[in-house]
């Protein structure tokens, strides 16, 4: 054998060698490479079913809130269609003279220079002492705005329980 085929002799076994190495590398990480991706995959899927539960739970939560702000702005609607019914219920009686309104005057006011009777006549009964109707209109005005009270009122509620329920 001359030394110019023992060289090529050794070069093919390196080269086999090499080859054969090189598949013995390839198997192995194949293998780890197959069992990084099954494990990726089974943390993807967790992860996944993780955020999946997650978004179904602020879905109900939501869902929830929802609900008790509709609860809550009918409660909030009915409160206010009674106070309204009822105030306009209070301004037609006194327009058709069913009620009247009065106020209770000082009886120690000395500067009013008001000569209302301190005792109540036969006409009605009167339970405080000094007391002046007032004029139909400008009760009206009064009632107008205690109405805009109770409605103010019932919306400061209502604004109060969608914040309460929002913040929740």
């Avoid at 013995?24 to 943390?43: E, I, P, S």
């Avoid at 955020?51 to 739970?57: P, W």
């Avoid at 609900?67 to 009918?74: F, G, L, P, V, Y």
């Avoid at 007391?131 to 109060?160: E, K, S």
Wanted: aromatic fraction near 4%; charge should be neutral.
């Amino acid at each position: 054998m001359t030394p110019v085929q023992k060289l090529a002799l050794v070069l093919l076994a390196m080269a086999v060698s090499f080859g054969a190495a090189w598949q013995v590398q390839n198997w192995r990480y194949d293998g780890k490479l197959a069992k990084q991706a099954g494990q990726f995959q089974t943390d993807l899927d967790a992860i996944g079913n993780a955020a999946t539960a997650q978004a179904r739970a602020e879905q109900d939560k939501r869902l929830a809130t929802e609900q008790q702000i509709a609860a809550s702005d009918q409660q909030h609607t009915k409160e206010l269609s009674d106070a309204q019914r009822n105030q306009a219920l209070l301004r037609d009686r006194l327009a058709t003279a069913d009620v009247r309104l009065s106020v209770l005057l000082d009886a120690t006011d000395s500067a009013s220079g008001c000569d209302v009777p301190a005792a109540a006549g036969a006409v009605g009964v009167v339970h405080a002492g000094r007391r002046a109707q007032l004029d139909p209109a400008h009760a009206q005005r009064i009632i107008a705005i205690t109405d805009d009270g109770d409605n103010a009122v019932i919306a400061l509620r209502a604004c109060q329980a969608y914040v309460r329920a929002i913040a929740r």
